[in-house]
């Protein structure tokens, strides 16, 4: 029997054809659009390859011009030593470093006393109104000890604050403020020199300016932070708050109703209170500084009290409620658990507070404690806090745990009369290298005098606890002294500027910097204890290497 598809085959034969056609025509329409989209595709990618190699092109034109076509700008040449020279001069204690000619390396500012400026200038005391001799403030260049700029600034100088900031729209972003001698008060742009402003001061004619200089919150709403002096008048600490932006007095003078001396501290508490901190008698005083602005001014301030503190020190000003010291010395705010803490340097003993509620964390009793001391780190997670106990052949170095007193290092080193202060430099490794002058030669117990008359610096890094390396001898009066990061990522310069002892017999004043890598590298390598393995070679090379770090 025949099958229906075969009988309709038979029945319509052209049909059958017809759809046929039909179907191979369908099947060729498929292949043709499949056929094109492949072409498409293709051309697709290849406009892709065209494109990335393009981009590649380009980019690479870009670093080709980048690279030899654009000079790059000139990397400023520091030189390892300069030193420059005044003859017939005097100088004082200030150096501070800042980047005056914006080349990334820090320069230096420091104060000279002369009939006339330097060579290069040619400027002289009747230029701004002043009698000869009178103080100049020069900025070095940091680079190569050449003179950026360079001005009289005040008769004599006394106190010198830089980096203050301006305000905004001033025509200097940061000034230098120098209270000087009798009674002048003048700003000068940190860049250029120029005079920002200028007044006579408001104190008595029997006024003690009491150091240092402090730089208080914004006061007078003006957007730049203002300046507190601390005088000491018949007896009595007086207070004067002056715009940092102009100069002007804000208010009165203020009696702080006790008698004190210098080394006064503007300490932040928890609370975010401020309060001015300074030596008395016999005690530490304080008194808020939200209290001294509304008592000069006559009107609220803006600033905080804390309540706690307030229960130890009356609305106006008096002794704190501790424990009775014979003298103090120094107050540091250093850096505690829950924020600062306290060190206050006594004729009896260290001692560290607690910053908030003042109790005593730690006393060490030190027998004489003449100068300032030094924090720095003893280990990456140990602080520590230098102090130099004692004077003359009874001078010991003594490194103590901040946190609990304890001695982690100490070292007998004779002092001399007028040796400078001692600094640290946090290292890449988060210790610190700790730089202190002594006696040219470490002398024994049995000596009654140092032999040698010459003031020796010595390094001291914690990796190496039996090493003391001598870097350097001067014979000169050293009036100034610092170990600084002149440049980030590079190595460390030691700034010395020597001078007269005396004011009043002027002579050859000389500032010079010195590579910290180069003093190691010709240094002395004095063996504190026996049976070290390493030679000198290998402990000049090991320190050579070291790397500083800036920590502000």
């Not at 300490?267 to 030596?279: C, E, K, N, Q, S």
Request: net charge negative; charged share 20%; with cysteine.
């Amino acid at each position: 029997m025949m099958d229906n598809k075969d009988l309709e085959a038979e029945v319509h034969p052209l049909k059958n054809e017809d759809g046929k056609l039909q179907e191979n025509l369908g099947k060729r329409l498929k292949k043709e659009d499949k056929l094109k989209s492949t072409l498409l595709q293709s051309r697709l990618s290849r406009c892709r390859t065209v494109a990335f190699f393009f981009s590649v092109f380009l980019c690479l034109l870009v670093v080709f011009v980048m690279s030899f076509v654009i000079p790059c700008p000139d990397r400023p040449v520091s030189q390892g030593t300069w030193s420059l020279s005044y003859n017939t001069a005097v100088t004082y204690d200030f150096l501070a470093t800042k980047d005056i000619n914006r080349d990334r390396i820090q320069d230096v500012l420091f104060l000279y006393k002369s009939t006339n400026s330097s060579n290069n200038s040619n400027q002289s005391c009747s230029d701004a109104g002043l009698s000869s001799p009178c103080s100049f403030m020069a900025a070095v260049s940091g680079a190569n000890g050449s003179i950026l700029w360079e001005r009289p600034a005040a008769q004599d100088g006394a106190l010198v604050l830089c980096g203050v900031p301006q305000l905004r729209d001033s025509r200097a972003s940061s000034a230098c403020v120098l209270m000087g001698r009798p009674g002048s008060f003048i700003a000068v742009d940190l860049f250029t020199g120029e005079t920002l402003w200028s007044h006579p001061s408001s104190f008595g004619r029997n006024a003690s300016i009491l150091s240092p200089l402090l730089e208080v919150p914004d006061l007078d709403a003006d957007g730049a932070p203002d300046l507190l002096v601390l005088t000491q008048e018949d007896k009595e600490v007086n207070s004067y708050l002056y715009s940092g932006s102009t100069g002007h007095q804000i208010g009165h003078r203020g009696s702080l109703g006790v008698s004190g001396t210098s080394g006064s501290l503007l300490y932040v508490t928890r609370a975010g209170a401020h309060y001015v901190l300074f030596p008395c008698a016999s005690s530490l005083c304080g008194c808020s500084l939200k209290g001294v602005h509304e008592k000069v001014t006559g009107r609220d301030s803006p600033l905080r009290r804390d309540s706690l503190w307030e229960d130890m020190v009356n609305s106006t000003c008096r002794r704190l409620l501790l424990h009775s010291f014979e003298a103090v010395y120094y107050l540091m705010s250093v850096p505690g658990e829950g924020g600062e803490d306290l060190l206050v340097v006594s004729s009896e003993a260290c001692v560290l507070l607690d910053g908030q509620e003042l109790a005593p964390q730690w006393v060490f009793s030190a027998a004489q404690v003449l100068r300032k001391p030094i924090l720095g780190h003893y280990k990456p997670d140990t602080s520590a806090v230098l102090i130099e106990n004692g004077t003359g052949l009874h001078r010991q170095i003594l490194l103590l745990d901040l946190s609990t007193g304890a001695v982690l290092w100490s070292q007998a080193l004779p002092g001399l009369p007028r040796d400078p202060q001692s600094v640290s430099l946090l290292t890449a490794d988060h210790r610190s290298a700790f730089f202190f002058w002594g006696s040219h030669e470490l002398v024994d117990a049995n000596q009654t005098e140092p032999g040698d008359t010459q003031h020796s610096l010595y390094m001291f890094h914690p990796t190496l606890p039996g090493v003391l390396l001598q870097l350097a001898n001067i014979s000169a009066n050293i009036v100034a002294f610092q170990v600084t990061l002149l440049e980030p990522g590079r190595h460390a310069a030691c700034i010395l500027l020597t001078g007269p002892a005396s004011p009043d017999a002027p002579g050859l004043v000389s500032m010079a910097k010195h590579k910290v890598q180069d003093l190691i590298l010709s240094s002395r390598v004095v063996h504190l204890t026996e049976g070290g393995s390493d030679s000198d070679d290998a402990i000049r090379d090991r320190l050579s290497r070291l790397r500083y770090w800036s920590e502000t």
